[in-house]
Structures are given as structure tokens and as C-alpha cells.
């Protein structure tokens, strides 16, 4: 799987929307970007993924560049529940399911 | 949406004991599992893949003697730390994952201290 790249942390201001970049400058054509979030002493939780096309849910925004090097995750209005460490993962998409290796993320600190 | 339960949430036992951790997916079932570690102030770790029905792989550097995993079904998975040291003292987190592989459930973890 290809190696990413983020900040190791970062901080937003309550209701502004927080950015977070992630470079993978090493993903094939069948990789896909995932975002997980690990707030303290709980297990990982999904966010969002996607294949090249920008994607959003309910939680956030996935923007992925044309060259697909790079993608940026959006959390359009964030709150202190979302300070958590965030993790950008490349994996490929298989018949059945492969490992997930995490890098050191980014630690959001969402403050007042 | 899919939920994964693990148990227990936190364990305190002697040195030179084993502790058992349950992972359990509570709405579908799980083909593939994932044990991984995570000591404070670092990254999760992967230990493990348990596939239901057959032997776990391991990572390198993971004695699959002392960490004993077992898949008997699509919906449980358990991790027995044996002969647990202070060292083995960690948060250890399950995941499980679906044929489609779209998304990986996760646990809450446990967090075992050994004394």
C-alpha cells in the first residue's frame, strides 16, 4: 500500500471549518484514500473514503486532486467533539478485505 | 451501520497470566478480522490477521505463540495474551471487515495492564 504523508497535528477554531491535507504521492490506479479518526482511548472510527472523484457524507468532504497525489480532508464546521487524531490511508480495494496500515496522522485540536 | 463489540473495555492482571479479549461483530459477519496494538502516544500497530476458519497471519516481529488468536466464526474473534509481562501492557483494538471491503468497523479497545 502506499505511504502518506500528513502534518502531525494541527488546530481549528470551533465552527470554522478545519482542512486537513494528506499527500500520497506513490498511489496506483486502484487505490483507494480512506479517513479514519481516533478520539482518546477509543478504536478508530471511518470517516470517508474514495476512489478519484470528491466525495461527502454526513461527517465531511473528501477532495482528492486530479493526479490523485494528494487529497484533502474537510470538516465543514468543526466542534470540540472532533479534536481526535485523524488518519489518511491507501489501500487498494480487493475482492476480499486487506489490512489497514496506519501512519502517525494529524492531531486536530478544535478550540474556543 | 456495522458494529464490532469488543470485551472486555479494560483488564488489570498479574504477571505471568493470561487475559483473553473478545471481538465480536454484532450485525454482520466478519470473513476477515484485525488485532492491532497501540501504546501511548503512538500509532496503532498491526499484530494480526485472523481469517474465520483458519490460522492467523501474523506481522513480523508478533510471537504468534504468545498472542493467540482464534476465528472460530463469522462473528467472533478472540486474542489471548499468554504469560502476559508488563511489557505486553498496551490498548489492543479489533476490526473487522465484510467480503466487499468497502470500510472496517473497529472496536472501542481494551486497555490491558499487567502488573
Known amino acids: 500500500d502506499a505511504k502518506t504523508t500528513q502534518p502531525t497535528s494541527m488546530d481549528c477554531a470551533e465552527g470554522r471549518a478545519a482542512n486537513l491535507p494528506c499527500n500520497h504521492s506513490?498511489?496506483?490506479?486502484?487505490?483507494?484514500v480512506y479517513w479514519y479518526r481516533q478520539i482518546h482511548s477509543q478504536g478508530p472510527q471511518y470517516i470517508i473514503h474514495?476512489?478519484?472523484n470528491n466525495e461527502t457524507n454526513e461527517m465531511a468532504s473528501l477532495i482528492i486532486t486530479e493526479d490523485r497525489k494528494s487529497s484533502t480532508l474537510i470538516l465543514p464546521h468543526a466542534t470540540l467533539r472532533d479534536t481526535a487524531v485523524y488518519y489518511c490511508?491507501?489501500?487498494?480495494?480487493?475482492?476480499?478485505?486487506?489490512?489497514?496500515?496506519f501512519g502517525t496522522g494529524t492531531r486536530l485540536q478544535v478550540t474556543l | 451501520g456495522a458494529v464490532v463489540s469488543q470485551h472486555p473495555s479494560w483488564v488489570i492482571c498479574k504477571s505471568g497470566t493470561s487475559v483473553k479479549i473478545e471481538c465480536r461483530s454484532l450485525?454482520?459477519?466478519?470473513?476477515?478480522m484485525f488485532w492491532y496494538r497501540q501504546f501511548p502516544k503512538q500509532s496503532l500497530m498491526l499484530m494480526a490477521t485472523?481469517?474465520?476458519?483458519?490460522?492467523?497471519?501474523?506481522e513480523q516481529g508478533v510471537e504468534k505463540d504468545k498472542f493467540l488468536i482464534n476465528h472460530a466464526s463469522l462473528t467472533l474473534s478472540t486474542l489471548t495474551v499468554t504469560s502476559a509481562h508488563p511489557e505486553d501492557s498496551s490498548f489492543y483494538i479489533c476490526?473487522?471487515?465484510?467480503?466487499?471491503?468497502?470500510?472496517?468497523?473497529f472496536g472501542s479497545g481494551t486497555r490491558l495492564t499487567v502488573v
Open positions: 476490526s473487522a471487515s465484510t467480503d466487499t471491503g468497502d470500510g472496517y468497523t
Open positions: 506513490t498511489i496506483s490506479g486502484n487505490e483507494y
Open positions: 474514495g476512489l478519484k
Open positions: 490511508i491507501v489501500r487498494g480495494r480487493v475482492g476480499t478485505a486487506s489490512k489497514l496500515t
Open positions: 450485525d454482520f459477519q466478519a470473513t476477515t
Open positions: 485472523s481469517n474465520e476458519g483458519s490460522k492467523a497471519t501474523y
